[in-house]
């Protein structure tokens, strides 16, 4: 894969500032959950903006609006306090494809951390399923392309409704 160090090197940045972004009562959640999938997997998405909110909702990859999802609190200060984390796989880790199109999540020569083809990717993503719920983190369904499924990459605080503070 042609871009496999911009890509980890991208990945492992936005890693770092999602880490920062996350609300204090859901960071031992994630780091537990990371410890537990052995390395395979990095933070996303934490807090989400405005701007990367509507995105994420026009492209289809959340059914909600600004304000509407746990990605979107704010604390007593305004600061960002994420009540929800998205995770990828990290390809250094786990055998994953190259991604096709644009539209498959990245650019041919990049490697697709979304994989759910190659059987590693998959063994992965149901660790990732196994664990969250095994520690107590909150799990949800999106309907995309006409089928209800798993929002395979997203972890929520189970009381996050209680929690926000906006
Ligand atoms: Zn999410």
Do not use: C
């Not at 996303?44 to 289809?60: F, L």
Request: hydrophobic fraction near 40%; avoid cysteine.
């Amino acid at each position: 894969m042609r871009h496999f160090d911009a890509a980890v090197d991208n990945l492992d940045e936005r890693h770092a500032r999602a880490l920062g972004e996350l609300h204090p009562q859901l960071s031992p959640f994630v780091f537990e959950l990371l410890d537990r999938l052995g390395g395979r997997f990095k933070l996303w998405d934490g807090w989400r903006g405005e701007a990367e909110q509507n995105a994420a909702a026009a492209s289809g990859n959340s059914n909600a609006s600004w304000g509407e999802s746990p990605h979107n609190n704010l604390d007593a200060e305004d600061q960002p306090a994420a009540l929800a984390a998205d995770l990828v796989l990290d390809p250094r880790r786990v055998q994953v494809r190259e991604a096709e199109t644009a539209r498959r999540r990245g650019k041919p020569g990049w490697p697709n951390l979304w994989d759910d083809v190659a059987p590693d990717s998959l063994r992965a993503w149901a660790d990732l399923e196994e664990q969250a719920l095994a520690i107590g983190l909150e799990r949800v369904w999106v309907y995309r392309r006409g089928v209800w499924q798993r929002d395979r990459p997203h972890v929520q605080h189970p009381k996050w409704l209680q929690l926000r503070t906006r």
